[in-house]
């Protein structure tokens, strides 16, 4: 798979700020690395993958070069998605393009003073008579799966804003489910290629606390560690993510939040998701 796709995002400082933050890398290091892995994975008689750079590199720089961990989690990512297809196994964007409309998630065109790119998903954008929790877990999936491919992000790494405004109790327990929290659980915490650096759920309700109490004994503790809990206080938020790259509903300077571009961005991306999806386990 050779198709190259990198959204590296501006930041409102300068690059000096967050170089702190890219693994320490060579080109040695990266073809040493890559051929050590492709290796690993000829080996894998039942397993169907992309073997180059690209898709290697990916899984590299999520596990800071670690080959045998980037091995243990390519084979996780499509476990994963064999057991889960109709959430973790995202069709072509355009065949979808009725769902990334509605807005439920982008990306800040700037990063975070360390090099994070910044998703934000609202839930409040979800129509709930038009589509399924399924369709907001793939969706989840396919931009987590786009914005993986950019060299800066599989670096630096992700910090997701997760806007619970308007959310029912009804949906909240359908969402925070077993079978939809054990997915997102084994995504963030092994099986996917992203550095998932910092959650922050703001305008959660009351009882949202109850269901991360049931969670939370199934994260571990360096996730654990990464999630935050604002509620309606912005300037909570602002101590992690500075309002000079937040939209203007957010409290930031920016204009209100246009996913426009990275809906177009994720179409660019339409033959990509085609291949993707005819790797993975050979069915027994």
């Not at 079978?179 to 309700?205: C, D, M, W």
Request: charged letters at 30%.
């Amino acid at each position: 798979m050779d198709y190259k796709f990198a959204i590296i995002g501006k930041t409102f400082e300068a690059r000096k700020n967050y170089v702190h933050a890219l693994v320490d890398e060579s080109a040695l290091l990266r073809e040493k690395s890559c051929s050590q892995l492709r290796s690993l994975l000829l080996e894998e008689k039942n397993l169907r993958t992309s073997t180059d750079d690209i898709f290697l590199l990916r899984f590299l720089r999520a596990t800071k070069f670690n080959v045998s961990k980037a091995h243990s989690m390519i084979l996780k990512y499509y476990a994963v998605k064999q057991r889960s297809p109709e959430m973790c196994v995202p069709p072509r964007p355009s065949e979808v393009i009725h769902l990334l409309r509605m807005g439920m998630q982008s990306f800040l065109e700037d990063r975070t003073r360390a090099g994070y790119r910044v998703g934000i998903f609202r839930l409040d954008k979800v129509d709930f008579s038009l589509i399924g929790l399924d369709d907001i877990f793939l969706t989840n999936v396919m931009c987590a799966e786009a914005v993986s491919l950019e060299p800066e992000t599989q670096k630096t790494g992700v910090v997701c804003i997760i806007d619970l405004n308007e959310f029912s109790l009804h949906q909240h327990t359908c969402l925070f489910s077993p079978h939809y929290s054990s997915r997102t659980f084994e995504l963030v915490q092994g099986a996917f290629p992203l550095r998932f650096k910092e959650f922050h759920v703001i305008n959660e309700p009351f009882y949202f606390g109850a269901f991360y109490s049931l969670l939370k004994p199934f994260l571990k503790e360096k996730i654990r560690k990464r999630v935050f809990f604002h509620g309606h206080n912005l300037k909570s938020l602002h101590k992690y993510v500075d309002p000079m790259i937040l939209p203007k509903e957010y409290g930031g300077v920016k204009e209100e939040l246009d996913d426009t571009a990275w809906r177009e961005k994720l179409l660019e991306l339409d033959d990509w998701f085609a291949e993707l999806k005819t790797y993975g386990f050979d069915k027994s």
